[in-house]
């Protein structure tokens, strides 16, 4: 008798999850497509401490994570003390 395996990949994204989302690669990591996603204005929201927090366990997990269509910021990057982890912001 064979029984299904699920598999439970944990997911990291907390209060991130209202943002659409993908994982690219094991490499690239976690992608932010939306232009919606404006890394800056989690510092205006209302649960900031909980969006930066959420952000710094999935780089922390993820290795790369990506926010496409950046449009508040002349920021390309930003380089998290370890420098195996990375956000980048990608202006349009």
Request: aromatic share 6%.
């Given at each position: 008798m064979s029984a299904a395996v699920t598999s439970l990949i944990p997911s990291f994204l907390a209060f991130l999850?209202?943002?659409?989302?993908?994982d690219?690669?094991?490499i690239i990591g976690t992608v932010?497509?939306?232009k919606s996603v404006q890394l800056p204005g989690f510092l205006e929201a209302s649960n900031t401490d909980e969006l930066i927090h959420d952000l710094a366990v999935l780089v922390s997990h993820r290795g790369i994570v990506q926010?496409?269509?950046q449009t508040k910021t002349n920021v390309n990057s930003c380089t998290i003390?370890?420098?195996r982890n990375v956000?980048?912001?990608?202006?349009t």
């Amino acid at each position: 008798m064979s029984a299904a395996v699920t598999s439970l990949i944990p997911s990291f994204l907390a209060f991130l999850a209202q943002y659409g989302s993908y994982d690219a690669t094991p490499i690239i990591g976690t992608v932010f497509p939306n232009k919606s996603v404006q890394l800056p204005g989690f510092l205006e929201a209302s649960n900031t401490d909980e969006l930066i927090h959420d952000l710094a366990v999935l780089v922390s997990h993820r290795g790369i994570v990506q926010a496409l269509h950046q449009t508040k910021t002349n920021v390309n990057s930003c380089t998290i003390p370890d420098a195996r982890n990375v956000v980048i912001l990608q202006p349009t």
